[in-house]
Structures are given as structure tokens and as C-alpha cells.
Antibody, heavy 121, light 109 residues
Framework: EVQLLESGGGLVQPGGSLRLSCVVS????????MSWVRQAPGKGLEWVSG????????YYADSVKGRFSISRDNSKKTLYLLMNSLRAEDTAVYYC??????????????WGRGTLVTVSS | EIVLTQSPGTLSLSPGERATLSCRAS???????LAWYQQKPGQAPRLLIF???SRATGTPDRFSGSGSWTDFTLTISRLEPEDFAVYYC??????????FGQGTRLEIK
């Protein structure tokens, strides 16, 4: 059974940093691209960042480019999102999502339950 | 960037009725790369339709997708109580083109 479990969310001050993790099981992690998708409270979905199965290719939404960094450790079956220079508008539930392909495609059958990031002073 | 606009914002219907949800793109979108997701409160989104009209594994056949170019539609033929949720259309295929519509809330009348 495919499972994705996010962690690392919490309350952080504006300008601060946070690292999210997503531990997966039930599939060969290195064979699939992964993404982070977020949802601000009461709002819609926004793709944030994606990474290829090897980790060699990374992609970012313009809203986070230069502030967020996606990475993965295939030996630990873990996806990461390092978030720097956080702003109030980054407040959201962050989901990790599994692609059906080794490269980024943006189509997700499997999602985690999400972790809430709140940016506030 | 292609903007997806969904209508209506909220749709109020009764179980057993037919629901028609619209997604309009600001520029032409290849039908190969148009998906629909369902999201219920407190849950992650669930993929329903991909390639504009192909049902994802586990999607009941009362759900159907259609459309091309800039106009796409999700139709639910006969609403079941579990279908009341928020629905998002999405463009996918490559990094700059992964965008969502703002969502349509389907509520019980």
C-alpha cells in the first residue's frame, strides 16, 4: 500500500525557516518524481515544487523560487522541502504527492495527509 | 501562464440530480493534460479524471469529463451523497504549466 507521511510543519515567524519531510512506503521511491502542493486556509490548491526520481531535476513555482529548495534522499525514502524567508502568504497545508512517472508531470494519484505551516509573529 | 477559471463558484443541487461543472482556460490547453480532482473537508485531493476524459482508477462511471481547447466540463450524471465536495480542474504536463482552477463547491440543496 502506498503511503506518504508529511511532518515538520508548525508556527514560524516571518523571515524564518522550516524544513518539511515526507516519508514514503509501498513503492520504489527512486522510480517516481515527487511534488509539494499547498493549500492556504479556505483557499484552492497551488503546486509549489517538484523533483525527478533521481533528484537531478528540480522545479519551482514562481511564488517560491529562490526561497524554497526541494530535495530527496532515496536511501531514506524521504522527500524534503526547505523553506526560507517565509512570508505570511506561505501559510498553508503542505501536501506531498507522488507522480506516476520518473520525471515531473503534475498528475498525482497519491497524496499525503498534509502538514500545516503557519507563518505569523 | 495559463489561467483556469471554474464556474460556477458554488453549485447547489439535490442527490439524484445531474451536475455540470465548467473549467475555462485563458489559452488553449492540450486535452491530454487536463485533470479533475475532488476534495472533501479535511482530506487530500483525489484524482478523478485525467486526459480530459479518462477516469482514474476507482472513479465511478457516473463521473465523466469532456472538452477541448479552452473549454472543459466535468459531469456527474446522478449525484450521490458522497459527491458533495469541492472540485478542481488542473493543467499538467510540465513545470510552468501545472496550475489549478479556483474550485467549484458542490453543495446539497
Amino acid at each position: 500500500e502506498v503511503q506518504l507521511l508529511e511532518s515538520g510543519g508548525g508556527l514560524v515567524q516571518p523571515g524564518g525557516s522550516l524544513r518539511l519531510s515526507c516519508v514514503v512506503s509501498g513503492f520504489t521511491f527512486s522510480n517516481y518524481a515527487m511534488s509539494w502542493v499547498r493549500q492556504a486556509p479556505g483557499k484552492g490548491l497551488e503546486w509549489v515544487s517538484g523533483i525527478s526520481g533521481s533528484g537531478g531535476s528540480t522545479y519551482y513555482a514562481d511564488s517560491v523560487k529562490g526561497r524554497f529548495s526541494i530535495s530527496r534522499d532515496n536511501s531514506k525514502k524521504t522527500l524534503y522541502l526547505l523553506m526560507n524567508s517565509l512570508r505570511a502568504e506561505d501559510t498553508a497545508v503542505y501536501y506531498c504527492a507522488k507522480e506516476d512517472y520518473v520525471e515531473l508531470y503534475g498528475l498525482w494519484y497519491y497524496w499525503g495527509r498534509g502538514t500545516l505551516v503557519t507563518v505569523s509573529s | 501562464e495559463i489561467v483556469l477559471t471554474q464556474s460556477p463558484g458554488t453549485l447547489s443541487l439535490s442527490p439524484g440530480e445531474r451536475a455540470t461543472l465548467s473549467c475555462r482556460a485563458s489559452q488553449s490547453v492540450s486535452s491530454t493534460y487536463l485533470a479533475w480532482y475532488q476534495q472533501k473537508p479535511g482530506q487530500a485531493p483525489r484524482l478523478l479524471i485525467f486526459g480530459a476524459s479518462s477516469r482514474a482508477t476507482g472513479t465511478p462511471d457516473r463521473f465523466s469529463g469532456s472538452g477541448s481547447w479552452t473549454d472543459f466540463t466535468l459531469t456527474i450524471s446522478r449525484l450521490e451523497p458522497e459527491d458533495f465536495a469541492v472540485y478542481y480542474c488542473q493543467q499538467y504536463g510540465s513545470s510552468p504549466s501545472i496550475t489549478f482552477g479556483q474550485g467549484t463547491r458542490l453543495e446539497i440543496k
